[in-house]
Each structure stands twice: as C-alpha cells, then as structure tokens.
C-alpha cells in the first residue's frame, strides 16, 4: 500500500502485509457471507427477517473494517530520521518546498546563529596532520584566487561536495556489508554533498566559470575524488578531521567575502532565484543574505565533520 507521511511517499512494511492479507480475508468474508446469506435464503420466508439479518451482516462488516483499521494504525511505520519526522514544508504561497532539507535534524532554514569562531584546537597527531595539510592546501588557493571571493567560492565548492558522498557511499557499503545500521550517518553525508552542490549551483548564478577554469574542475575532481576515496578507506577519522578544517577555511573566506560586499569592492546584486527558493530567503533578498547563509550551512558542515572524526569507523 503506497502512503504519503509527511510529504513523502513509501512503501511500509506493514502497509506491505496489509497488501497480502487483505484479499485472503475478504475472499474468507464475502465467501462466509455467501454461504451465511443462503442459508437464510433457504430457511426463511419472512422478509422482516431477512432486512434484520443483512442490517446485522452490514453492522458486523463495519466493525470488522473498523477493527481491520485499528490494526493498520497499529502496523504503521513512521518515518523518521534520528527519531524526528521531517516535516512537511509548505510555502507561503500555499506550495510545497521541493528540496531536500540541508540541516537534516532540525530545520528547514539556514542556523544563523550557530558559533562561527569556533575551532577545534588540534590534539593528536591524526589532528595535526590534518590541520597542517589544509593550512598548506590554502596557500596555493590563496596565490591562485588572491580576493576574488566569486570565483573561488565558485572553485572551491566543486570540491567541497565531494567528500560527503565519498563518505556516505563508503558508509553505504559498510552498512551492505557488516549488516548494520549506519546511525544516520549515509544520510547526513549525502545531505551535506547536496548542500555543498546547491552553494554550488547558486554561485555558478553569479560567476560563470571560464573555459580554463572548467578544465581545472575536471583535473582536481579526478585527483580529489580519487585521492578522499583512499584516504577515506585508510583513516576515516584523518578523512572527517580534514573536512573539519576545510569547513573552517570556508567560513573566513566567507567572512572575507561578505567584508568585500559591506565595502563595496563587490557590488551586492540581488540573489539568485534558486538561492531564494532553497534556502527561503525573503524575495528582495540580496548577495549579503545568500552569502551569510552558506556561510552558517559551513559553520554546521565544521562542526558535522568534526564530530564525525570522533564517531566514524569503517570496520
Ligand atoms: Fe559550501
Ligand atoms: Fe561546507
């Protein structure tokens, strides 16, 4: 039996045995009427009688679509993720918001007030490895970009939604394997590379990528990918601390990018539709207002990978 709960459409398990056993016990009971109703037939004249008979057969078959009702609410799957059910988001306008929700336990709408300065100070090695790996990483990205926060937020998020999904695919298989739950975990990942493609999608509204630019996407998608994919298999917790401080890197230059916009030196042109649209922004919404939301989705990105690093195994 095919459901709609809470906006989404599924098939539950017990909707399934529902599907099953219903047809058996409707044969069962219209056959059981049939041979009960001629009985009377055979045996009684009086038509009083008879309308008193199918009054009762008519009560019983209520009480037993009732009973079979209650049954189906006791057999109900709820849909849910880290025991909250996501909720079905409408629209001002009366429609339905269409996308995926990218703060998957809590809300529809960008944490404004989420704690951008804060920072997990390295403690062990794997923490240092990582810490030294993105300073080093952002030396050749700062020379490359210099204060062009466009197009390096353009460059920089074709690569930030890549670990996610390396993640959540790898999280996938292990869950394929070991026989276990993955404890939300492929989800989270896959909404984060969602996310991180979606900042994606709103930046390539505002900057469009040269054709040099678009060959380099594809050189540091086949190193990076590549190169996560081992090291997500090696050290899932060294993977998820990297990302940690990537995120961390992100939200300064996000910083930097909206000091550029109160200064004027970017001009604050007004936000892409999809970026309203995703992220329900108010519709005179400006570039300020879409770079102030990413940059809370990758202050929730920091702290999702940072704990990650201290939660996630793959064997
Ligand atoms: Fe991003
Ligand atoms: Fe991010």
Same mark, same amino acid.
């Given at each position: ?84 059910? !996501? ?92 026989? !276990? ?26 900057? !469009? ?11 540091? !998608? ?94």
């Amino acid at each position: 039996m095919r459901r709609l709960i809470n906006g989404r459409s599924y098939v539950s398990g017990g909707a399934r045995s529902a599907v099953i056993l219903r047809p058996a016990v409707g044969i069962s009971a219209r056959e059981s009427g049939m041979a009960f109703e001629g009985f009377w037939w055979r045996m009684m004249s009086d038509s009083a009688s008879m309308e008193k008979v199918s009054l009762q057969n008519d009560k019983g078959k209520k009480e037993n679509s009732g009973a079979e009702k209650e049954r189906s609410k006791e057999n109900r799957v709820v849909s849910s993720y880290w025991g909250v059910s !996501q909720p079905k988001i409408i629209r001002e306008d009366g429609t339905e918001w269409p996308w995926n929700c990218f703060m998957p336990w809590e809300t529809d709408r960008a944490d404004l007030s989420i704690d951008l300065t804060k920072h997990h100070v390295p403690k062990n090695f794997i923490d240092k490895v990582a810490y030294r790996t993105v300073k080093i990483l952002r030396v050749p990205t700062d020379l490359f970009f210099q204060r062009r926060y466009g197009c390096r937020a353009m460059m920089l998020e074709t690569v930030a939604a890549v670990p996610g999904m390396v993640g959540g695919m790898l999280l996938h298989l292990r869950s394929l394997r070991k026989f !276990q739950q993955s404890g939300g975990w492929i989800k989270a990942l896959l909404e984060e590379a969602e996310n991180e493609r979606m900042h994606l999608m709103t930046m390539v509204e505002l900057v !469009q990528p040269k054709w040099y630019e678009r060959l380099m996407v594809l050189t540091v !998608q086949g190193i990076f990918f590549n190169a996560f994919f081992v090291l997500y298999i090696l050290s899932p917790k060294l993977a998820h601390r990297i990302v940690g401080y990537l995120e961390e890197e992100a939200i300064h230059s996000y910083t930097e990018f909206l000091k550029d916009i109160n200064s004027g030196a970017i001009k604050n042109v007004p936000a892409p539709a999809i970026a309203i649209d995703y992220w329900r922004l108010p519709k005179d919404a400006t570039l300020k207002d879409v770079v102030t939301v990413i940059r809370a989705d990758e202050a929730h990105h920091r702290d999702v990978n940072h704990f990650a690093s201290v939660s996630i195994t793959l064997c």
